[in-house]
């Protein structure tokens, strides 16, 4: 199944159709080509040597994040408990008793402090694609409307932190 899905539908891959006499390939299904170039394994190879020492900085950076919700009583993601562990791709906050509109209000302010946040991820019942009504779906939209997603990458320095931190403190403070 991942053959056919890696490689736009196809029943046989490359080496499969150069063998004598087994030229003749059928297309399945309108998939995806998503099969990886050496280049980007070997680039992928480099990565992995790289992973745990970004998995440390994501943490550094988590647990201020953690520290500063805590004080301030803003719900956010578990990354780590004794039974888990995440790679911290996002650090989600969610501010009690907000309103879409005073969320929208937070991201502006933040911005223009030079913080930029994103709201991760948006219901698909609110994309045009899907033309759905989103109070057909008040639990996707309550999870929605008061979150947003602080900064999370690991060349953030530890100065940008405590500047993303101070600025969250003073825009979300005033909501709480």
């Known amino acids: 199944m991942y053959q056919l899905l890696s490689l736009h539908g196809q029943d046989k891959d490359a080496l499969a159709k150069t063998k004598p006499g087994n030229w003749e390939y059928d297309i399945i299904g309108p998939w ?8 980007m ?3 992928g190879l480099r990565q992995l040597d790289r992973y745990p020492g ?30 888990m562990d995440s790679s911290r791709h996002l ?3 969610r501010i009690p008793h907000i309103t879409e ?20 991820y948006k219901p698909l ?3 045009t694609a899907y033309d759905a009504d989103i109070s057909d779906y008040p639990h996707s939209y309550d999870y929605y409307h008061n979150l947003i997603s602080l900064p999370l990458y690991t060349l ?6 405590d500047y993303v931190c101070e600025v969250f403190r003073t825009v979300a403070g005033k909501y709480l």
């Open 32 to 39: 995806y080509k998503c099969n990886m170039t050496d280049v």
């Open 41 to 43: 394994a070997a680039i």
């Open 54 to 83: 970004l998995l440390r900085r994501r943490a550094e950076i988590v647990r201020k994040y953690d520290a500063l919700c805590d004080e301030l009583g803003i719900f956010h993601i578990v990354h780590h408990t004794d039974t």
């Open 91 to 93: 650090y989600l906050t």
């Open 101 to 120: 509109k005073q969320r929208n209000e937070i991201i502006e302010k933040m911005v223009r402090c030079g913080v930029a946040t994103n709201v991760h």
């Open 125 to 127: 019942p609110m994309m």
């Open 156 to 161: 953030l320095t530890d100065e940008d932190v």
